[in-house]
């Protein structure tokens, strides 16, 4: 009752990053509010996934493990989180913005008339005060969003209606596993005595899944391309200097709308979020777009000639200049020095 409540999701017989990187952030949550944290684990063959839950500092995970779970499938898994959220009553229910997460969390939030905001890339706990009646609110959870196009970050907050629902967008949230041998209890789930004919009556005939041709959120060096790159011709350069450094290539979306670089690589409010330890910009104004989706990252490097550009503001060191001439001279001395 009154706690925090992941939802995780299983991806390839593991718990999905945007999970765990919820569980880190949601233990967070939890000791600020001083309650527990709760898991919701839907799938098949599930053996030993609690471990790897608990890890992440849940205290209790809710296992539902029925071979007609895998893989999702809205009804009966909606059907589950329903009736869980609706037993539980947490305070705080979060959810991957992922398709699973975007189709899952509306459902609950309809099933029990409260407030989902989408698309979070941060969230807090604070407190309100209504300027019309006067009423003091405390420990609401602060949703935060761009909003506008991107052009202003957002707070949302949900007074009246528990749970408070939201969906994070994968990369934002820092994925930590907690100190120590943390262990919880497993509450199991049967799905069987839950689930009706209706529930199940869409039947997987045949899958596919194609897998990722490119997956830049893991990569700890990426080299990134705006519009000022110039054309696709001239990003083989980011493609050199990101093999010289072990790295991988991303775009703003002026550089994906262009044709420079493909939307798999596009970094941003409408991309992925990534948190590397060393992040190039390579002629991107950095619009708070863009920003949304790189400005955790642990160091940043600018190269751009207008002197002005705001994403200079953020950079820890920025050269001024033309990148045709400034990579090849970082590809250059970093052999040399490498050597």
Known sequence: MNNVLVYCEMEDGAVADVSLELLTKGRSLANELNCGLEALVIGSELN????????????????????????????????????????????????????????????????????????????????????????????????????????????????????????????????????????????????????????????????????????????????SGGYGVGSKENFKLLFDLAEVLGGEVAGSRAAVDSGFVEHERQVGQTGVTVRPKLYIACGISGQIQHRAGMDQSAMIISINDDPNAPINRIADYSIIGDLNDVIPKMIKYYKKNSK
């Open 48 to 223: 030993g996934v609690e471990n790897e839950v608990f890890s992440y500092g849940a205290d209790i995970v809710h296992v539902a493990d029925d071979k007609r779970l895998d893989p999702y499938s809205t009804l009966p898994h909606a059907k589950i989180a329903e009736d869980l959220f609706r037993g539980q009553k947490p305070v705080i229910g979060l959810f991957g913005a992922t398709s699973a997460g975007r189709d899952l969390a509306p459902r609950v939030a309809s099933v029990l008339k409260c407030g989902l905001t989408a698309d979070c890339t941060a969230l807090e706990i604070g407190d309100h005060v209504d300027n019309k009646t006067g009423k003091e609110y405390k420990n609401l959870l602060y949703q935060i969003r761009p909003a506008f196009g991107g052009n202003i970050l957002a707070t949302i907050i949900n007074p009246e209606t528990r749970p408070q629902l939201a969906t994070v967008r994968e990369g934002v949230m820092k994925k930590e596993k907690v100190t120590g041998n943390h262990k919880g209890e497993v509450k199991k789930i049967d799905a069987g005595k839950l689930l009706s004919d209706h529930d199940l009556i869409v039947k997987l005939i045949e899958r596919h899944v194609e897998p990722r041709k490119v997956n830049i959120t893991n990569s700890s060096i990426i080299v």
